[in-house]
C-alpha cells in the first residue's frame, strides 16, 4: 500500500491555466506538507496543515492555495500558471510528537510551456 | 534563522570506495537531524535520523553521528555500490511536526 499518494505523477500544461495536485495518506498522520524542488533540486516547505489547520504558509504567491478536506488529504491549486512554477512538488506527512521523520510522496513533476 | 549546509556535489566514486558528505547546521534549540536519499526519478526516502546529542542513526550501512560541538551531522559509508547512486539530503527539524529544512543536496554517483 502507497503510504503517501499524489496525482498526478506528471503535468504538462500552457501558461495561465490553472491545474490541481491531489495528495492522500493513509498513515494516520496529523500534518502534511508541500515541498517544491527546484531544477537544482532544492526543496523548500511552501506549507503545512494540522488537522486541517493551516500551520505553515511560505512566502508562496496568491496563485497557490492548499486545501485540506480532512486530515488524510491536502491538495494543491494553481492559478494562472507561470513558466517559473515548473518544478516537482512532494506532498509529504508526519505524526506530531513520534520523531519519526517526514514520509514522502513520490512527486509531481509539473511543466508548464 | 535555522539552515543546513552540504558538501556540494557531484561526489563521484569508485565501487567499495569510503564514502563521507559532509552536513553542518544552525539552529536555535536542540533539532532534531535526518538525511534523506532520493535515487534517480522518485521522492525522497528518510535514511536515518538522530534526535540528540551524540546519537548516531544507521540504516543500509550508512551512519551519521550528531555532534553538537561542531553542529555536524556528516553521513558515512565504509564501502559504497552502484546502487547507491542517488541525491542526498541532510536536514533538520526544530520541533515535531514543524518544518524539515533541508540541505542542497549533494549528488553521488558510483562507478563500477
Known amino acids: 500500500d502507497t503510504a503517501v499518494s499524489q496525482t498526478p505523477k506528471y503535468l504538462v500544461t500552457q501558461m495561465g491555466n490553472d491545474k490541481s495536485i491531489k495528495c492522500e495518506q493513509n498513515?494516520?498522520?496529523?500534518?502534511m506538507y508541500w515541498y517544491k524542488q527546484d531544477s537544482k533540486k532544492f526543496l523548500k516547505i511552501m506549507f503545512s496543515?494540522?488537522?486541517?489547520?493551516?500551520?505553515i504558509n511560505e512566502t508562496v504567491p496568491n496563485r497557490f492555495s492548499p486545501k485540506s478536506p480532512d486530515k488524510a488529504h491536502l491538495n494543491l491549486h494553481i492559478n494562472s500558471l507561470e513558466l517559473g512554477d515548473s518544478a516537482v512538488y512532494f506532498c509529504?506527512?508526519?505524526?506530531?510528537?513520534?520523531?519519526?521523520?517526514?514520509?514522502f510522496g513520490s512527486g509531481t513533476r509539473l511543466t508548464v510551456v | 534563522g535555522n539552515s543546513v549546509t552540504q558538501m556540494e556535489g557531484p561526489v563521484t566514486l569508485s565501487e567499495e570506495a569510503f564514502l563521507t558528505i559532509n552536513c553542518t547546521y544552525t539552529?536555535?534549540?536542540?533539532?532534531?537531524l535526518f538525511w534523506y536519499v532520493q535515487y534517480p526519478g522518485e521522492g525522497l526516502q528518510l535514511l536515518l535520523k538522530a534526535t540528540k546529542a551524540d546519537d548516531k542513526g544507521s540504516n543500509k550501512g550508512f551512519e551519521a553521528t550528531y555532534r553538537k560541538e561542531t553542529t555536524s551531522f556528516h553521513l558515512e559509508k565504509g564501502s559504497v555500490q552502484v546502487s547507491d547512486s542517488a541525491v542526498y539530503f541532510c536536514a533538520l527539524t526544530t520541533n515535531q511536526g514543524g518544518k524539515l529544512i533541508f540541505g542542497q543536496g549533494t549528488e553521488l554517483s558510483v562507478k563500477p
Open positions: 496543515y494540522n488537522n486541517k489547520e493551516l500551520i
Open positions: 498513515l494516520g498522520h496529523d500534518t
Open positions: 539552529a536555535t534549540g536542540y533539532p532534531s
Open positions: 509529504a506527512s508526519s505524526q506530531t510528537g513520534t520523531g519519526v521523520g517526514y514520509t
